[in-house]
Structures are given as structure tokens and as C-alpha cells.
């Protein structure tokens, strides 16, 4: 026989909250208050597994849990002396629903169930109080018709405000008992009306229509899209609670509330909520009356003129204030309650951890591991790494009216205002003339670098989460919406369009790159805050932490924010990255497109300073921590310009004959550059290239290591390695140059020499590969790209049809696909340590900052990872977590 039913009551319960997969998170909860000896209604709870029973059968309920059902509903009624449908002493039940995760919406409750047109009159008689009973019975038929029949409460709404109007009354509480009849009458009325069946009136057929309808309410819409969301497996099931009744409707000595044991937005410890006398379920959260505060500090602060709970109910208020810190002693953490009083007499309804912001999320945490409660490491693995985005960006006053014109991808996190511009120059001119703006673009590219630099935030009406404004934005921190489709950009006449409104260049918009809000105007912001509770927070996270957190750049600016976030050194800058400034393309340009070898050395010698400045910059402000520096990666045709418009300007520039220059642009077209003439290939058809970039780190560490004292170890790393010859050829270049500025400077320098691996043959063959580096970093990116063969460039087209028909479940650009790239880096990770053993390994794509894929790493034994410096917080807190669940 399967146990499908648990009770509890009367001091003791069949379940604990250890068994929320059993019961759901209310069902667990209320088993639990029960044994901790609270006041709660006896009641029974039908078991999540249960509910898939009931899909499978054919939606038919089985007679064992029938059965079961009976006996619970015979133990409520010993304990509450009163008896389900009985005309004298009526027992009244609540059915309410509670998966194992909260799902907020999923089902109404039904409450008062079992009344009728006979237990209605015993009710009165019971209680004293006519009006409490007709009250409570045109609740019922309101939530049950709406619940289980599937009539819209508004048709009920709409008769109450009729009649209220009748009578000239502003609140349900005046009406009356006998007023309370006709409307009920009338409801009756319009029930047969529109469904063509009577209310029904036996109390068993009501029970067994509220269980179905919890059941079914499991698959409606709503729910669907809630789990879709929230990654919640159809198979969980919802479990259903069946409870005795108990009324805040019941007169002025009766309420009914709901509170946090902490103030969940701002996570002060104090008791914050609100109540209703004379009120029953939903009615503080409907709005229809305003609610009266339950602190009488709160209703001082509020200016309230209602008297607070405090002040009204006393007594009660003191057990509640007792059971509060009760329950959070007891779970060690922020609860959340609904509670009722019915004359006097407090009841809880339900308990369980409450939803905080994030602000509120760190000062709980620090409050609780001060105040020893939780431990540190506990402190540390309550809060979302994710969330702490909300922190690190300036973020729209929550109380800010919102002027909403369009909405994209919330790509990079923070909100951002400024004028609109259309271009990156007049991004970089307004920069200059200490303008703020926002640059708006259909979408971006490389040569937008300088312009997104220069702007607050960015704004695309077209690209995914992976677009290159996305990846970015996200790199240099600046807030980015994009894929923006019901905006248009119409560039010539340098307007932005929006449904019913036109906006021209110098207009100021506001973007939330949190939600993907576009918002007209000006709206106030919340600056980050990053000492106090964050601060004590990653103090305690790094304590626990194992692997070391490096960033991705390549400006000062960003390393400067890298370093305040408290990254401890630069796992991958991107070389190229520093080509695009300024005048730099245009010297880059030229060694690109000089005939021979003895050309490009004479644009690669005007390079060369400019590169020895930018490291040796680097390498001051990481202060002898570890930087890792990536050879030139791209194909060089990504350097060159591509329209018409565009070669005009560079031939003049560059003295060339436009015919010309357009020929060399077309010999360096190629049909699949992610797959062509880039990374190490580019090294070993262009040494010279390499070995600038060699001299300008060598010689930048040797001024930096004068300048600061601190002695630098550049990290080498040469890209898109798949055979251990390429990495050979390119690694002998670079041990010539060292050689030689060690010759010129008489310093030592010491250095490391290391790959990405992010072809699939690399890792593969990394034990041979391993011989010739002194570590590893794996590109994820390209890794993934490779290894799926999918174009991360040309991926937005297809992947989101892919993640909404389930073909895929996560973006694997966003989150490291375990399964294959995974395990291609356990390969390479297990088979380059064979060879040398504590051979560094790390990891640098978009995946290095994403808390899942960090948890991987950790598993997967690597010494770093390596992220955007906004990013750093996130993946310093995120690699603290996985080491603490590592630890047990
Ligand atoms: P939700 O999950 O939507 O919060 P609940 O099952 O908690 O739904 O029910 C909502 C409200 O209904 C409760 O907060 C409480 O006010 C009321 N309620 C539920 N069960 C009872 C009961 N046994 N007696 C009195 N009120 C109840
Ligand atoms: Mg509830
Ligand atoms: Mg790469």
C-alpha cells in the first residue's frame, strides 16, 4: 500500500521539513511548525507523487488515496470537534496547493469549503454571527466557481460592486447577513447562467473537485510557463493540503496578515508585514482594503493613521513576535508567514524562506554569521552570484516612474542615460566634450570598439545575448540592451522609432541593461555600493576559495576596474583589442597591406612603442601579479576597411591608390575567417609579427619591473594551437627575442610560454602539446564554437529556435556545455598534467565569469578562471561556493 497521505495537528505530524520532495515546500513547512509545537490547523497533505499518478491514470483518483483521505479528514475532525458537512458543528477546509519549489500563481486556494445551504445556517449558529457566516459561504462560492468550475471571479466582482453601490457602502465589512444572502443568491443565479449547473452542494463532491482542481491546475498554462522558466521538471508534481479552517473574518478581535522576520528589501532585522481585521486569505495582497502595519514602529515610519497590530492585538502580536524569531532561529534564515487570528487566538499558516533582493540577501547573510547563527562559509553560499550584478552597475531607483519605449535582451547588466548618438565618432566626440550618451546602432562591430568605450551604454535593435555588442558590453561593464526589435533605427536621418514616438540625435534615454528596458528620458539611479556587507561577504568568500580569479583586459581602465573588483591578474588580453585605437589601425593597416616582409618591420617598428607602453601600463597597475598576453589573433583582414566610403577615406589617409587598396582587401577575403588565417597561423606565416609583440613584453617588463619594483612574469599565450609544431615554431621566436632583450638589458627576465586550447585537437593531443607550454587557458569560446561547429557569429539565427523547440537546453556560448566541451577540457586537463605535472590551467571565455561553468572548473581541478572585470565579484563569490560544496 502506498502511503499517499500525511497528517498533522494537534502538537505532531507524519512529515518534517526534511520532506519537501514528499510534500511540497508548504506541506513540509506545516509539518514542521506542527512538531515544533506552533498553533496550526490540523490538516492533511496528499503527496507530490500523487499528482503525476493522476495524469497517468486518466485523471481518475485512486480509491487507496480516497481512502486515506477519509481517515486524515476523521483525525482533523477528533482534534477539531467539529465534523466535515455535519449541520450542526461543521468542520471547514482550506485546499490549497504546494509544489516542492514555490510557484507563485499556479493555483488559487479555495477556502471555507464544505459550506452549503445548511452548514451555512450551523456555521452562524456555531460562531454567533450570521454576517461571518454568509460571509465567509459567498467567499466560497466566489474562489471555487472561479477555481474549479472555471467561472472569472470578475462576474462576482461586478455583482458586489452593483450591490455595494445599492446599498451605499464603501467596504464588504458593512454588509450585512441578510444583504450577504441576496448577493449569494444572485452568484447561484449566475453560475446556472453561465455554466449550466448548480453550485454544488454536497461537501464531498466540492473536496474532490478542489483536489482535482490543484492537480489540474499543475499543467495550465501559467505553470507551464513558470517551470519553463525556472528549469522545474514537469515530473515533480504538486502536492495538495487539505487544513481545517480557521477565520480572520470573524469579527473585530479577528485578522488575518502576512510578514517577513526581516525587511526583505533592505534585510534590516526588523519584523515587517501587514494585516487586515476582519479579513480573510488573499484580501491584504487583493488591495481591497489598505492594509495596517504590524510594528508600531512601521506605522509610525509609514505615517499610517491605522493602528498597528502592536497596538490592536497585543497579545497576539507578542506570540507572533515570539514565533518569528522562533522559525528563523529554527531554519536559520529570513522567513516568510501568513498567519490568521480568529478572536483573539493566533494561527500560522504557512512558513519558508523569503525572496530578498540582493542588498538585502548580503546584509541577512553578514547579519546572521555575526550574530553566529549560520557559519561564514554558510554566509557565503546564500547568496546568488548572479545577483550580485544588481550591485556592481548603477540600477534605476526602484520608485522611478518608468517611461517604457521599447525593450530588448537585458545583455550586460546596470543601467545607463544619455543623448542618443548614432555613430561611434560622435560617441568618442561627445566623450571628449565630457557629453554623456548612449550609442545606438542597428548592430556593432569591431570597429565600434572605441565608440562603446567612449558611451554610457549601448542600444541595438537587432543580435542576441551573443552579439558582438552583447560580448562587449559585458567585457567592458557597460550596460547593454539589445536586439531591441520593436525600436528602429533609421540611421540616415538619425532617428530612433519607436511604436508612437520618434526620437532624434541628442534626445536623452535611459537604458536598463538588467531588464532590457528602454526608457525615455532622464530616470534617477541607485550608485553601487561595494564596502560594508559585499565586503564582508568576499572577504569570506576568498578565505574559502581555491581557485584564483584573473580578468580579461586589455585597457587600463578596465584592469583598474579589474583590480578594485579584486582580480589577481590578467588571464587573457587580447592584443588586437589594442590595434583599433585611434591612429594605431592606421599603422596596423599599413603593415598589413606592405608587399614584403621589409615593409611590415618598418610598420611594425611604429608599433612597437606603442605596444611597450600599453604592457608596461598593464604591468604597473597589476603590480607583479600575473598578466597574461594573447598574440595578435584575428585574420588581418578584420583591421581593413570593407565599404566603398570606407576605402576612400583609408587610401587617402595612407597615400593609396583606392583600386588598389580594394584589390588587397579582396586577395585577404576569405570565406570562412573563424576557420582561416588567424591565431598561430598568422604568427607562423608572419613572424615578424610575433616577435614585435614578443620585444614589446619583454621590454615592458623589464621598464615596469625598474618602475615599480615588483618584478613581472609575463605569461605568454599563443592562440588557436592544434599541433605541438605550431606551437613549437611560434614558441622558438619568442625565446630568440627574449634572448635577445635579456642581451640589450642585462636583466633576467623570466617569462612562461602557453597555449589556448580551444580546438578539439588540442585537447586531445595535450600531452604532446604539453610539452612545449608551461600552461594552458581554455578558450571556451572558440572551444565551443569548435567543438560544435557552430559559428558563434551566426549562431543568434538558429539557437533560440533550438532553446524554444528543447533542442538544446542553454545557450552553450552562455553555459559551458558539460557534456562535450566539458569533457574535452577534463581531457586536456587530465592528459597536459600527465605529461607535466602542475602545469597551470585556466580558463578564459564568456564561461569564466558564469557561476555553473565555474562550479566545473573547480570539479575539473583548474587554478584560475578568467573573466570580465565586472565580472570578477561574481566568479571570486561563485568560486568560493564550489569550493565550499567540494569541502562536503
Ligand atoms: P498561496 O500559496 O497562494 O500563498 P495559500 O495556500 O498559502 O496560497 O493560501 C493563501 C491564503 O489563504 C493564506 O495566506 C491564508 O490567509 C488563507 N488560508 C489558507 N489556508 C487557510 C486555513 N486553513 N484557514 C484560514 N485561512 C487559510
Ligand atoms: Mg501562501
Ligand atoms: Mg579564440
Not at 233 to 245: F, I, L, S
Request: proline letters at 5%; hydrophobic letters at 40%; aromatic letters at 6%.
Amino acid at each position: 500500500m502506498t502511503k499517499w497521505v500525511y497528517t498533522f495537528g494537534g502538537g505532531e505530524a507524519e512529515g518534517s521539513a526534511g520532506d519537501r520532495d514528499l510534500l511540497g515546500g508548504k506541506g513540509a513547512n506545516l509539518a514542521e511548525m506542527c512538531n515544533l509545537g506552533l498553533p496550526v490547523p490540523p490538516g492533511l497533505t496528499i503527496i507530490t507523487e500523487a499528482c503525476a499518478r493522476y495524469y497517468d491514470d486518466g485523471r481518475v483518483i485512486p480509491d487507496e488515496l480516497k481512502a486515506q483521505v477519509k481517515a486524515g479528514i476523521e483525525k482533523m475532525q477528533a482534534i477539531t470537534d467539529r465534523i466535515f458537512g455535519d449541520t450542526q458543528h461543521p468542520l471547514l477546509l482550506s485546499v490549497r496547493s504546494g509544489a516542492r519549489a514555490s510557484m507563485p500563481g499556479m493555483m488559487d486556494t479555495v477556502l471555507n469549503l464544505g459550506l452549503n445551504d445548511h452548514t451555512v445556517q450551523a456555521l452562524g449558529h456555531d460562531a454567533g454571527d450570521a454576517r461571518f457566516a454568509w460571509d465567509s459561504y459567498r467567499r466560497f462560492i466566489q474562489m471555487y466557481a472561479d477555481v474549479v468550475m472555471g467561472l472569472d471571479h470578475e462576474v462576482f466582482e461586478e455583482i458586489l460592486e452593483d450591490e455595494k453601490g445599492r446599498l451605499g457602502y464603501e467596504n464588504d465589512t458593512e454588509i450585512s447577513a441578510v444583504e450577504w444572502q441576496h448577493i449569494i443568491s444572485l452568484y447561484k443565479r449566475v453560475i446556472e447562467e453561465e455554466l449550466g449547473e448548480a453550485f454544488p452542494q454536497d461537501p464531498e463532491v466540492q473536496l474532490w473537485g478542489a483536489i482535482g482542481a490543484v492537480f489540474a491546475s499543475w499543467m495550465n498554462p501559467r505553470a507551464i510557463t513558470y517551470r519553463h522558466l525556472h528549469n522545474i521538471p514537469a515530473a515533480w508534481g504538486t502536492a495538495v493540503n487539505v487544513q481545517a479552517m480557521v477565520f480572520g473574518n470573524l469579527g473585530n478581535t479577528s485578522a488575518t496578515g502576512v510578514a517577513f522576520t526581516r525587511n526583505p528589501s533592505t534585510g534590516e532585522n526588523e519584523l515587517y508585514g501587514e494585516f487586515l481585521v476582519n479579513a480573510q486569505g488573499e484580501d491584504v495582497v487583493a488591495g481591497i482594503r489598505t492594509p495596517q502595519n504590524i510594528t508600531e514602529a512601521a506605522r509610525i515610519a509609514s505615517g499610517s493613521d491605522k493602528p498597528s497590530l502592536e497596538k490592536l492585538m497585543p497579545e497576539a502580536f507578542e506570540e507572533f513576535q515570539r514565533i518569528c524569531a522562533r522559525l528563523e532561529g529554527h531554519y536559520r534564515d529570513m522567513q516568510d508567514l501568513e498567519f490568521t487570528i480568529e478572536r483573539g487566538t493566533l494561527w500560522m499558516l504557512q512558513t519558508r524562506s523569503g525572496k530578498r533582493t540582493a542588498k538585502a540577501a548580503l546584509r541577512i547573510a553578514v547579519d546572521m554569521a555575526e550574530a553566529r547563527t549560520i557559519t561564514t562559509d554558510q554566509a557565503v553560499t546564500r547568496i546568488d552570484p548572479a545577483s550580485l550584478d544588481q550591485l556592481l552597475h548603477p540600477t534605476i531607483d526602484p520608485r522611478a516612474r518608468r517611461d517604457i519605449i521599447g525593450s530588448g535582451l537585458p545583455a550586460s547588466p546596470g543601467a545607463a542615460t544619455g543623448e542618443i548618438v548614432f555613430t561611434s565618432e560622435e560617441a568618442v566626440l561627445a566623450e571628449k566634450e565630457g557629453r554623456k550618451v548612449i550609442l545606438v546602432r542597428v548592430e556593432t562591430s569591431p570597429e565600434d570598439i572605441h565608440g562603446m568605450h567612449a558611451a554610457e551604454g549601448i542600444l541595438t535593435c537587432r543580435g542576441g545575448m551573443t552579439s558582438h555588442a552583447a560580448v562587449v558590453a559585458r567585457g567592458m561593464g557597460i550596460p547593454c540592451v539589445s536586439g531591441a526589435g520593436n525600436l528602429r533605427v533609421d540611421a540616415r536621418n538619425e532617428l530612433l522609432i519607436a511604436a508612437g514616438m520618434t526620437l532624434k540625435k541628442g534626445d536623452i534615454i535611459t537604458i536598463d541593461g538588467s531588464s532590457g528596458q528602454v526608457l525615455k528620458g532622464e530616470i534617477p539611479m541607485l550608485q553601487p555600493e561595494l564596502s560594508g556587507d559585499f565586503g564582508k561577504i568576499m572577504a569570506w568568500a576568498d578565505a574559502s576559495r581555491r581557485m584564483t580569479v584573473r580578468t580579461n583586459a586589455e585597457t587600463p581602465a578596465d584592469a583598474r576596474a579589474a583590480r578594485s573588483f579584486g582580480a589577481e591578474g590578467i588571464g587573457l588580453c587580447r592584443t588586437e583589442h589594442m590595434f583599433f585605437e585611434g591612429e594605431r589601425i592606421n599603422v596596423m593597416r599599413e603593415m598589413i597591406l606592405a608587399a614584403d616582409e621589409a615593409g611590415r618591420r618598418v610598420s611594425l617598428a611604429k608599433l612597437l612603442p606603442m605596444q611597450r607602453s600599453d604592457f608596461a601600463e598593464l604591468f604597473s597597475i597589476m603590480h607583479g601579479l600575473p598578466v597574461t598576453i594573447r598574440l595578435l589573433d584575428p585574420p588581418l583582414h578584420e583591421f581593413l576597411p570593407k565599404t566603398d566610403g570606407e576605402i576612400a577615406d583609408v587610401s587617402a589617409v595612407l597615400g593609396m591608390n583606392p583600386a588598389e587598396l580594394r584589390q588587397r582587401v579582396d586577395a585577404l577575403h576569405e570565406f570562412n575567417p573563424m576557420l582561416g588565417h588567424r591565431g598561430c597561423r598568422l604568427a607562423i606565416s608572419y613572424p615578424e609579427i610575433a616577435e614585435m609583440q614578443a620585444r614589446a613584453i619583454f621590454e615592458a617588463a623589464v621598464e615596469a619591473a625598474r618602475e615599480t619594483g615588483a618584478p613581472v612574469v609575463p605569461e605568454i599565450m599563443v592562440p588557436l594551437v592544434g599541433l605541438k609544431s605550431e606551437l613549437d615554431y611560434v614558441k622558438a621566436c619568442i625565446d630568440a627575442v627574449a634572448k635577445e632583450v635579456i642581451g640589450e638589458s642585462g636583466i633576467e627576465i623570466e617569462y612562461l610560454v602557453g597555449t589556448m586550447i580551444e580546438l578539439p585537437r588540442a585537447a586531445l593531443r595535450a600531452h604532446v602539446i604539453a610539452e612545449s607550454a608551461d600552461f594552458f587557458s581554455f578558450g571556451t569560446n572558440d572551444l565551443t564554437q569548435t567543438t560544435f561547429g557552430i559559428s558563434r557569429d551566426d549562431a543568434a539565427q538558429f539557437l533560440n529556435t533550438y532553446i524554444q523547440k528543447g533542442i538544446v537546453e542553454k545557450d552553450p556560448f552562455v553555459s559551458l556545455d558539460f557534456d562535450g566541451v566539458g569533457e574535452l577540457i577534463q581531457i586536456a586537463a587530465e592528459r597536459g598534467r600527465r605529461t607535466k605535472n602542475g602545469l597551470k590551467l585556466g580558463i578564459c571565455g564568456e564561461h569564466g565569469g558564469d557561476p555553473a561553468s565555474i562550479r566545473f572548473c573547480e570539479e575539473t581541478g583548474l587554478d584560475y578562471v578568467s573573466c570580465s572585470p565586472f565580472r570578477v565579484p561574481i566568479a571570486r563569490l561563485a568560486a568560493a561556493q564550489a569550493a565550499i560544496n567540494g569541502k562536503g
